[in-house]
């Protein structure tokens, strides 16, 4: 469970996030849809810890196991597919079947015959459902997701979809997203405008 109280964030004088309070239940999946420049990205961001509310509080377990995928591309050209799962395995200290893991992820994600590419050569679709396998590959208590199906056509798309209502089963998933969340997820639909988080 993470609780969120009366968390503001402003750049100078733009107010972003202005006093949300919510609670993310464990095993809840939480759809967030607003327009672009909304906060959506931000509210990701101090969930993750990337960024810290200029007022208000973030509460959670310290023992909980948070992977983000983030809506940039946090990649690196030169590398392959797989030595970034590589990398991600070694930061999180994974051990054992991790490389089984990466393999089923990247034929789920659809991306599994790229595995020797160099990132530099993919389409932004693909690096996006790269950047989703990374975040998926170690074990997780929370998913934050940011427009996890951006740039990617119908097929791809139910591919994202199909991969994490599966990966995603007993986890706390946060989804910002414009296109829409597939009903099979259950997911609670919240709005993000004007820095105010309403239920849909």
Known sequence: ????QEVRKRYGEREILSGITVTLETGRVYAIAGPSGSGKTTLLQILAGYE???SGTVQARKTLRLEYAPQDFLLFSNLTVW??????AAARRLQERWEERAHRLLADLGIANHCRAPVGTLSGGERRRLQLAIALLPPSNVLLLDEPTSNLDAIASEQVWETLAREGAG??????????????????????????????
Do not use: F, Y
């Not at 030595?83 to 991600?88: F, M, V």
């Not at 986890?171 to 988080?197: D, F, N, Y």
């Open 171 to 200: 986890k706390t998933m946060v989804i910002c997203s414009h296109a829409p969340i597939p009903a099979r997820l259950e997911p609670v639909r919240w709005q993000l405008r004007g820095g105010v988080l309403d239920v849909e």
């Open 52 to 54: 810290h509310p200029t």
């Open 83 to 88: 030595n970034h799962l590589r990398l991600k």
């Open 1 to 4: 469970m993470i609780v969120l």
